[in-house]
């Protein structure tokens, strides 16, 4: 099974640096998926090739995600899960941008099931995908400011007298 996987694995690797090296940042193995790094302005035309390839078929967003690293230079990112029903194959694809330009090209062009993802991912990361149909709030209210899901405020509440760090191993 490991094999075959593997194989799989090189053959979407060797079909994307055919056409898409240098905009590849990078490929790793976690667990037992294949994560793609790619560059923002060129994630739509790698997402639409996945897809088309006759021997990839990656025709399944499984899910669409967004991810927040603030330490790093371009913390805010998109996470995309895929699935190839034909070779029973997933792999993750990354890509990241500026917390100053939280903007990507919208998926419901390749598959209509990014419509609900992305609208969730504005909603709690801030992140506009450009091109979406109806892109707005589904989850918070209209009037809610902020992005619940990124990482700006700290865990706990640094004002507190109350608490007995010993119990927390401080």
Not at 32 to 59: A, G, H, P, S
Not at 115 to 139: A, Q, S, Y
């Amino acid at each position: 099974m490991f094999v075959v996987q593997q194989e799989l694995n090189d053959r979407v690797k060797m079909a994307l640096d055919a056409r898409f090296r240098e905009d590849i940042l990078s490929y790793e193995q976690q667990y037992d998926m294949m994560v793609i790094t790619v560059n923002k302005k060129c994630i739509n035309e790698i997402l639409r090739f996945l897809y088309d390839e006759t021997f990839l078929k990656f025709q399944f967003l499984t899910t669409l995600c967004g991810i927040h690293y603030p330490e790093s230079d371009k913390p805010l990112g998109v996470v995309y899960h895929l699935h190839s029903f034909k070779n029973n194959q997933r792999i993750r694809i990354k890509t990241f941008t500026e917390i100053n330009n939280p903007v990507f090209p919208t998926a419901t062009n390749i598959w209509k099931t990014a419509n609900w993802m992305e609208r969730e991912t504005f909603d709690f990361f801030g992140l506009v995908f450009d091109g979406h149909p109806n892109l707005k709030r589904i989850l918070n209210t209209d009037d809610f400011e902020g992005f619940p899901l990124r990482k700006e405020f700290p865990l706990e509440d640094q004002t507190r007298e109350d608490k007995n760090n010993s119990m927390f191993g401080r």
